[in-house]
């Protein structure tokens, strides 16, 4: 066994701030870090100097962060540091690895099923009320029950909560999604089972509840280190709270300009408010970007320092350490498929003349736009990845490749180099020495073995006496940390999953209003999230960055598009075509509906959430409509209801019941402008609503519609 590195040689591997954070003392320390400054680098030597310099046993540190692969990375890295036996995982591993330990003494036999997916127990929640939704609608409906459960709420707080956020569930008002909520909870008491979000609460409700549990946790972790503290949420903030106790070693790593997860229920308040909850903390703040060539670094500091994350002391000025490379490059398009075309070609010579394809990214920022990139780069004979699909160690070519190198270790002889072996092998499983003429899912396949293939490769250069039994054991070892090896292709990824990686070369395609920011983003806070997703795209970039956008979505169409507004600061290093033009007079229309900032009629509120905008008025202003009119139209709707067996939101929400109180059309055209009166809600409903708004009696209409045998779809 080697012997343990010296601390001070751990030191000197350190630019002046990283050294800092390595060697500063234990207590609470926050570190705002920088894209590309070597944030993981500097909390790996930390541990790594406090271990070898005999502070800390590597037995009592728990890092957590929040992938596997950023987990099994820092594993790694700590090995190569001689640091063993630190648990590294994310907030869910450890919590989940503490419930099963725990839970048959706190509750009793064995810990529940942990769920993989929550779609199937979300569908069951919404039949049990009568609702039907697409997959898509379930996923959203997914996604807003974690980001409820992460923020602390029950069924019966959520609908203040998400009102208090400016939430709006998918298809459901907030009244409707508090009963899918407990409904979905009945589902999996039923089955049986608990979700990622169960593991943490269960987790906390343990601690709080069992001081002799707590107390062991207590004398098991005495330093704590979390990485990309910008991202945690209200619960798992309230785990590590649990962790701590009164204790404060822990330090804390994050960069407040790349906080995109909003949406989850994530938030950068705990990392801006560290050194108020703990007094005397020291903050080291890392500038120095490793990653990104001067001009990048000067566009990412550009765009990211003209909006409020910059104004609140929220983004770090970046110094670039590499040497100068190309500058950014803006190209526009005449539409989608345009665009698509001139980038796949441009990557396409890119390879031809030496250039990686796997150092070669496509980003975008909704998933939709990648069906456009993956047909251009097909058409091109391009080979490429689409980042955040099935895992690495989850593909059955790999699945199967796996298995049969494990069995051929048994009968490895050592007569053939370790790299020869392995291609005989992953034959079996369809590998060849030559790439297939097509692209695809045939292409990826033969991209994944290859990848296989060049990892016993580096295994034999680093080891030169390894064999197929220390690949498989490798092998092994990646699968449980998700640490997946290179595969060969252009990445297509979204700019949400790109976060943590980096390219040499960089297309961040759709740069346009619209895209970037997306046109869902409401009010100054989300819009302000929207520039730090494109920070945090723009510094993914090593050395070439191109950024492009279409005028129109397809070929023929109206000009209508306009480059994205957080470009515009950014000119004199784009070129004129960065500046934010007027929009077209056919278009000024449109843009002026969206940006016009509406106001409470009451009190003069600006009006943020689409609920506010539907009613006229803020939530802390009383309705102004007449009760009895609201009344009446609510006893229709029950009624209305009741003879379709569904229930009363399906027809009218309150929100849009609560609209058509306080604005009264006078007849069904004034109607249809209320939102959520649809076209085909008009036809069924359209004449009670006017009629009951005139004075008609609501069980008079309702015995009318009895009579004709009208139903409501749900």
């Known amino acids: 066994m080697p ?72 594993r790694t890295r700590l090995r190569n540091l001689g640091v063993h036996g630190v648990q590294a995982r994310t907030f869910h591993a450890a919590a989940l690895r503490q419930l099963h330990y725990f839970w048959p003494q706190a509750v009793g036999g064995a810990a529940p099923e942990v769920m993989s997916v929550k779609a199937p127990a979300v569908a069951e929640a919404a039949s049990r009320l009568r609702l039907q939704f697409d997959r898509t609608a379930i996923r959203d409906l997914a996604a ?57 609460l269960l987790t906390v409700g343990i601690l709080e509840e069992r001081d002799d549990i707590v107390r062991t946790v207590h004398g098991q972790y005495r330093q704590f280190v979390v990485d990309e503290y910008q991202d945690v949420n209200a619960l798992q903030q309230r785990l590590l709270d649990l962790w701590l106790g009164e204790r404060n070693d822990v330090t804390v790593v994050g960069d407040p300009a790349q906080t995109i997860y909003s949406f ?46 910059a104004a609140r002391g929220g983004a770090l000025r970046l110094t670039a350490q590499r040497p100068p490379g190309p500058a950014p490059v803006l190209m526009s398009h005449s539409d989608d498929q345009a665009e698509a075309a001139a980038v796949a070609d441009q990557i396409r010579r890119l390879i031809e003349g030496g250039h990686p394809a796997a150092e070669i990214a496509v980003l975008f920022r909704t998933n939709g736009q990648s069906e456009a990139f993956e047909s251009a780069l097909a058409a091109a004979g391009v080979s490429y990845l689409v980042r955040g699909g099935e895992r690495f160690f989850a593909r059955k070519e790999v699945r199967d490749a796996i298995l049969l190198l494990r069995g051929a270790a048994r009968s490895d002889d050592g007569s053939k180099p370790l790299g020869h072996i392995t291609r005989d092998v992953i034959a079996g499983a369809g590998w060849s020495p030559d790439p297939p003429s097509s692209s695809g899912a045939t292409r990826e396949r033969w991209e994944s073995l290859t990848a296989l293939a060049a990892l016993a490769d580096d295994l034999e250069a680093a080891v030169p006496e390894a064999r197929l039994p220390e690949l498989v054991a490798e092998l092994d070892r990646r699968a449980a940390e998700q640490h997946a090896p290179a595969v060969q292709g252009v990445t297509l990824a979204s700019l949400h999953a790109a976060k943590g990686l980096e390219w040499d070369t960089v297309f961040l395609v759709g740069a346009s209003d619209g895209l970037i920011p997306i046109s869902l983003a409401e009010g100054v806070e989300a819009v302000e999230e929207e520039r730090r997703l494109l920070y945090v795209g723009l ?13 129109t979505r397809t070929s023929g169409g109206r000009p209508t598009r306009r480059v994205s507004r957080f470009l515009g600061p950014a000119e004199d290093i784009l070129g004129s075509g960065a500046r934010t033009a007027a929009p077209s007079t056919a278009r000024r229309r449109t843009v002026a509906k969206v940006a016009t900032v509406l106001h409470c009629r009451r009190c003069g509120a600006e009006l943020t959430t689409a609920a506010q905008r539907k009613t006229g008025r803020c939530d802390d202003c009383p309705p102004s409509y007449d009760v009895a009119v609201f009344e009446r139209l609510r006893e229709w709707r029950l009624g209305v209801a009741r003879a379709a067996s ?38 069924q409903y359209g004449a009670d609503i006017i009629a009951i708004l005139h004075g008609a009696d609501p069980q008079e209409l309702l015995e009318t519609r009895s009579g004709t045998g009208e139903s409501t779809d749900s």
């Open 539 to 551: 510094t993914r970039a090593r050395r070439q960055l191109f950024l492009s956008w279409s005028s």
């Open 144 to 200: 807003e029950i974690e980001w409820s459960k992460v923020s602390l709420l029950t069924p019966e707080s959520y609908a203040a909560g998400a009102r208090a956020e400016g939430r709006e569930p998918p298809g459901l008002d907030v009244t409707a999604m508090a009963r899918l909520l407990g409904c979905y909870e009945d589902v999996k008491q039923a089955r049986g089972v608990i979700d990622f979000e169960d593991v943490l």
């Open 3 to 74: 012997a343990a590195p010296h601390p001070d040689d751990i030191l000197e591997q350190l630019d002046p701030e990283q050294r800092e954070v390595a060697s500063a003392p234990p207590g609470p320390l926050c570190v705002l870090a920088g894209a590309g400054t070597g944030k993981t680098r500097a909390i790996t030597h930390r541990i790594a100097y406090a271990v070898h310099a005999g502070m800390q046993q590597p037995q009592r540190i728990l890092a957590v962060t929040f992938t596997a692969r950023a987990a099994g990375e820092m």
């Open 646 to 683: 569904v229930p009363a939101f399906v027809v009218f929400t309150d929100a849009t019941l609560t609209a058509i109180a306080e604005r009264e059309p006078a007849d069904e055209g004034a109607l249809a402008g209320i939102s959520g009166v649809g076209t085909r809600k008009l036809a």
């Open 264 to 309: 989850t229920g994530a938030s950068p308040r705990h990392l801006l408010g560290f050194a108020s909850r703990f007094p005397g903390a020291r903050t080291i703040r890392l500038v120095r970007n490793y990653r990104s060539s001067p001009q990048i670094i000067e566009l990412a500091n550009t765009v990211i320092s003209s909006g409020p994350t």
